[in-house]
């Protein structure tokens, strides 16, 4: 068998999803994709997530995994040289819980096949290369990331982001004022949740909450390590 027939043996476009692989020979639009992979009506596709999961995409993200825990261990440095050991357990957990993340592309695409094939915008040719489709029933848990005692609670209707809040201990130097609100799809956002300008603002199952340093504690030098834990965050594959 020569070379140009091995190579048109090999799906352009391979889609895995609890196991189970789908290929295509030819780019697949994501409204094709999904469709195929519908397949219980128990699923909740607004929650589901698409990450690209070839080589060079994870080797990207594990650069930039390494280079956040450096600056995490740099930034737990300066509060054990400060005196604050209770600042520097706190850096410390966070450390391990980022080193320990599964990390894939996330396509940050709306996936309800209804939506994708109704609307051509929402319906792009997939690039080549190997995807993980993330898609079960409808998530019961909230997921929270961050400087929190826990990263599971019960999900409930109608509460507002600052009462799960209420209900769990944070780490020392997490913040009560404001926490990232990280949909399934779409921006995330930043949510005030301080007893002065908390707001009722309602978050969607398959919602990943991340509570971040309260800003005012951070030296200078770190001031934007919340954002740079935010964007490895978006790209963590998430169980739901």
């Known amino acids: 068998m020569g070379f140009s027939a091995v190579k048109a043996a090999t799906p352009v476009v391979l889609v895995e999803h609890q196991g189970n692989y789908q290929g295509y020979f030819e780019r697949p639009r994501l409204g094709l994709v999904v469709s195929q992979l519908n397949t219980s009506a128990s699923l909740y596709w607004p929650a589901a997530k698409l990450f690209k999961v070839d080589v060079e995409t994870k080797l990207k993200l594990e ?75 409808r998530p019961t848990e909230l997921q929270i990331e961050g400087l929190a005692a826990k990263q599971k609670v019960s999900l409930l209707n109608a509460v507002s982001v600052h009462s799960y809040l209420d209900s769990i201990s944070l780490l020392e130097g997490g913040s009560s004022s404001f926490v990232y609100v990280m949909p399934a799809s779409g921006e995330f956002f930043i949510a005030k949740t301080g007893l002065w300008n908390k707001k009722h603002q309602e978050v969607l199952p398959g919602t990943l909450l991340f509570v971040p340093f309260e800003q005012r504690l951070l030296p200078d030098s770190f001031s934007n390590i919340n954002e740079q834990i935010v964007e490895l965050l978006l790209h963590k594959v998430v169980a739901q």
């Open 63 to 137: 650069q930039q995994r390494t280079q956040l825990l450096n600056q995490l261990a740099l930034l737990k440095q300066e509060f054990q040289q400060s005196s604050e050991p209770g600042l520097a357990t706190s850096v410390e957990k966070l450390e391990k819980n980022i080193a320990g993340w599964e990390l894939a592309g996330n396509m940050n695409l709306p996936l309800d096949p209804d939506s994708v094939r109704a609307k051509k915008s929402l319906n792009p040719l997939l690039s080549e290369g190997q995807y993980k489709l993330v898609v079960t029933s």
